[in-house]
């Protein structure tokens, strides 16, 4: 079992930037590969970005790519998104997940989700 909880959400002007942090409890959070997705309201989960347990591998969304950058510290079990050039179309509710099974872009391939944290871009 590992719990996920989402900070950094808020409202941002369109162009600006916010940066996301998750943090991890319970299993050894290393282990982990770690996800995040968004979902607007009356749409599908999106996969946003992912991370592998060591941070050598990433992978984007087509929307997000060289916009928004996924990072972690194992030894502070913190997984951060950070959002630069912010779009209104970036508004969503974001969460975390982690997967000890796969770099996934699927939101099946994560077994544990946190609650999800607020993104607000304005024009």
């Known amino acids: 079992q590992v719990q996920l909880t989402e900070s950094g959400g808020g409202l941002a002007q369109a162009g600006g930037s916010l940066r996301l942090s998750c943090a991890a409890s319970g299993r050894t959070f290393s282990n982990f590969h770690m996800g995040w997705f968004r979902q607007a309201p009356g749409k599908d989960r999106d996969f946003v970005a992912a991370i592998s347990w060591s941070g050598f591998t990433t992978k984007y969304a087509d929307s997000v790519k060289g916009r928004f950058t996924a990072s972690r510290d194992n030894a502070k079990t913190t997984v951060h998104l950070d959002m630069n050039s912010l779009k209104p179309e970036d508004t969503a509710v974001y969460f975390c997940?982690?997967?000890?099974?796969?770099?996934?872009?699927?939101?099946?391939?994560?077994?544990?989700w946190g609650q999800g944290t607020q993104v607000t871009v304005s024009t």
């Open positions: 997940a982690a997967s000890l099974s796969a770099v996934g872009v699927r939101p099946e391939d994560y077994t544990y």
